[in-house]
């Protein structure tokens, strides 16, 4: 009889288990299959039966993250990393934190994944270094970038970030050669036209800063930014009349600075 009863005691326990273990076999499967919402759903369940599992937690952040559900997915993150400390944990929540503009954070967290490991931890380098350039540190993330590099010397994007760190830096030269890599692979990267542009302009290039900005433009890049500095090079290259159509298009996006630029170089 004691025997009997213990069974029925476990019997339950051993029913969430398998549930739970069910649940989370299936949130793998579709995660692995990108079907995040489904995914998100089964591991909801495995985590309502086991709310303290660190992987569960971990693997629900991720589905969060991947929809887009940044807040959640910080919070999860957390949780999982208060039950088991460990890099992919770290490396997710700075992810999270880099989406939603918490660069302080993000490189906490990404520091705490270097710590763990240093070698070949190319995206902690990587993501520190970008956020190092939001806030303004341009030393710190060339030095990091440049470990990312090392890492992975074909990661176009790598040079593109590190591109503008020298440029803040004033190292021209060394910029141009990272975003020229960055345009042989990527060509119709406006963005990467319009950065080269500045970089021209920094080094009195103004025909190849203008043909840049053309790029950017054709590639439907439109701000004050580009018209301004486009309509820039038209003067110094003796077209005003150019120049103040450009100063009129940049004037759609910013009327006060505009203005300001038309009373300096149309007067």
């Known amino acids: 009889m004691k025997n ?14 398998i549930s739970c273990r069910s649940h989370l076999e299936k949130g793998e499967d579709y995660f692995a299959d990108e079907n995040f919402e489904k995914a998100e759903f089964h591991f909801s369940k495995a985590l309502k039966m086991d709310p303290n599992n660190w992987k569960i937690l971990y693997n629900l952040a991720r589905c969060k993250e991947e929809l887009e559900k940044y807040d959640e997915a910080t919070s999860l993150y957390t949780r999982s990393l208060d039950q088991n400390k460990n890099m992919a944990t770290h490396l997710g929540r700075a992810r999270c934190y ?20 240093r070698a070949n931890n190319f995206e902690a380098f990587y993501g520190r270094g970008r956020c190092y350039i939001k806030e303004y540190e341009y030393y710190l993330a060339r030095a990091d970038l440049n470990e990312a590099i090392k890492i992975r010397p074909d ?67 439109r701000s004050y930014d580009v018209f301004v500095r486009r309509g820039l090079c038209y003067y110094e290259l003796g077209n005003p009349d150019k120049a103040c159509k450009d100063f009129d298009r940049a004037g759609k996006f910013n009327p006060t600075r505009a203005k300001q630029v038309k009373g300096k170089y149309c007067s």
């Open 98 to 117: 880099e989406e939603n503009g918490y660069y302080e954070g993000a490189i906490m967290d990404y520091s705490s994944a270097l710590r763990m490991k």
């Open 155 to 221: 990661h176009v994007n790598a040079y593109y970030h590190r591109s503008i760190s020298r440029s803040q830096l004033r190292d021209n030269r060394g910029a141009l050669r990272d975003m020229n890599y960055v345009l042989q692979h990527k060509r119709d990267f406006r963005q990467a036209h319009f950065n080269r542009g500045i970089i021209h302009q920094r080094m009195g290039n103004w025909r190849n800063a203008k043909s840049d900005f053309d790029k950017a433009i054709e590639l439907k890049l």
């Open 4 to 17: 009997y009863t213990s069974s029925l005691i476990l019997l339950p326990v051993i029913l969430l288990f």
